[in-house]
């Protein structure tokens, strides 16, 4: 899902202003989604050169709470008695992540599997931030 940003910077013919005032007029939201889903590179290249960091220094710190994320789930990944569990039964390891990583879940689970990607990684950063679901206090 590529937003109208991304679509007109894909085009052939990009005006360098125009992209910069589609891009300064993209909420938060939106910017980061383009980092997400990895097409952000190409809308930094279509802009201006004075307006590159607009988009430069939010990707540096979406990169940044990405690396703390792998981090942490190497971390856990390397851990005894995560390694311990790992080895049992499918059905008590998903229970012991629940029980202790219920955050990293997903992520977890698809580093047991093999198949994390940063792709992966990117839309877990993504939705921690902008997730649908409301955290209440009890």
């Not at 190409?42 to 703390?68: G, H, Q, S």
């Not at 990583?101 to 580093?111: C, D, G, I, K, P």
């Amino acid at each position: 899902m590529v937003n109208q940003v991304g679509r007109y910077a894909a085009s052939r013919e990009v005006d360098e202003l125009e992209l910069m005032k589609m891009v300064m007029e993209l909420p938060e939201k939106d910017k980061m989604l383009m980092w997400s889903q990895g097409y952000i590179d190409l809308v930094v290249e279509k802009l201006p050169e004075y307006a590159r960091d607009i988009l430069e220094n939010r990707k540096k710190k979406w990169e940044n709470t990405m690396a703390f994320y792998q981090d942490q789930i190497q971390e856990i990944l390397n851990d005894e008695e995560f390694k311990k569990q790992a080895m049992g039964e499918r059905k008590e390891f998903a229970l012991f992540v629940i029980e202790h990583y219920r955050e990293l879940q997903s992520l977890l689970f698809a580093a047991y599997d093999g198949k994390i990607t940063d792709e992966d990684i990117r839309r877990f950063v993504y939705r921690r931030r902008f997730g649908g679901r409301k955290k209440y206090l009890h």
